[in-house]
C-alpha cells in the first residue's frame, strides 16, 4: 500500500509539470494523482484543515483548482462568517461578494479589531477555523487605573496590543469587562494572562523586577465569568507561591500564564452572546502589586495544548 501510494505522489508531482491529463497516457496506462477529477479531490479537502490543503495544491492542477474551491473553503469558515464579513479591511472598489471563500478566510484568518479604539481583537484559528478572541486590559475597568500611585501603562512587544497594565501597589484590587459578540455555536474557553513582577529588556536580555511583587499569596484571587443566557463560571487562584521569594524556584513568578476562568456554551440559535467576566481580590487588610495584566483570550475549547498556548501570546 505504501509503495502504491508513493508512485501516485510520484506520477502526480511529475504531471504538474504538465497537462495532468497526459499523465495516464505519459506513465503506460498506469493511474495517477493527475487522474483524479478536481471533484473528488474537493470532496476529500472537506476532510482535510486549511494548512493541508495549501500543500496539498502543490501536486497538480487538479488539487490546485480543488484547493480553490468555495465549496472546500466554505467548510472550513464558521457557520455564521457572514455576520463577520463587515470586519474585513476591503479597500473602496472590493466588496465581500466579488472574494472567494478562500480569500475570506485568509482575511478573517489575521487578527481584525471589532471596535472603535482597536483593543479588541477577533481571527480565526488557521487550523480549525474556529473564532479567538483576544481583549487588552485597555478595554475592561480597572480600579485606580487613573492614578499613577497605583497602576501604569507599559508598552511591550510580549503583548499583542503593544501595551499592558502594570500594578504597583493597591489595596482593593478588581478588574472587570465585558464583550457582545455573535459567537458561533460551540463550547468556549476565557482565560486570564497575568504576569508576576516587572519585565524589561537590559543589553538584549529579557530581565525580571520583583520589587513591587507581594499579597498574592495570602488571598486567592477570585475569576468570575457569566453570560447573557445565565451561564455562570468561577475558581480561585493564588497568583503567588507562599514562602517563596525571586531567589526560589517559583514557577509562577517572571512568565506570562493563562488563568483560566471556565467555559460558556453558544447554542446555534443565539445570534449575540453577550460575556461578562471579572478578577478581584477586594480584601483590603493586605495591599498587593507586582501585577502585570495584558489581556482576555477567550478561544474554543478543543483547541489541543500547542495550538492554544500558539494562539494565546
Known sequence: ???????????????????????????????????????????????????EICNLARLNRAFRGAASSDSVWESKLPSNYQNLLHLLPLSNTTTSSSLSKKDIFALLSRPLPFDDQGNKDIWLDRVTGGVCMSISAKAMAITGIEDRRYWNWISTDE???HVIAYLQQIWWFEVDGAVKFPFPAGVYTLSFRLHLGRFSRRLGRRVCSFEHTHGWEIKPVRFELSTSDGQQASCEVCLDEPDCDDTCSNHKRGCWIDYKVGEFVVKESEPMTEVRFSMKQIDCT?????LCVDAVFIIPSGLKGRRRRDIMK
Do not use: Q, W
Not at 511529475?14 to 487522474?35: E, F, K
Open 1 to 51: 500500500m505504501g509503495a502504491s501510494l508513493s508512485n501516485l505522489t510520484t506520477e502526480g508531482t511529475s504531471s504538474s509539470n504538465g497537462d495532468s491529463s497526459s499523465s495516464s497516457s505519459s506513465s503506460g496506462g498506469r493511474i495517477g494523482l493527475g487522474d483524479i477529477p478536481e471533484s473528488c479531490v474537493a470532496c476529500v479537502f472537506m476532510y482535510l484543515t486549511p494548512p
Open 159 to 161: 503583548s499583542r496590543f
Open 286 to 290: 493586605h495591599s498587593k502589586g507586582g
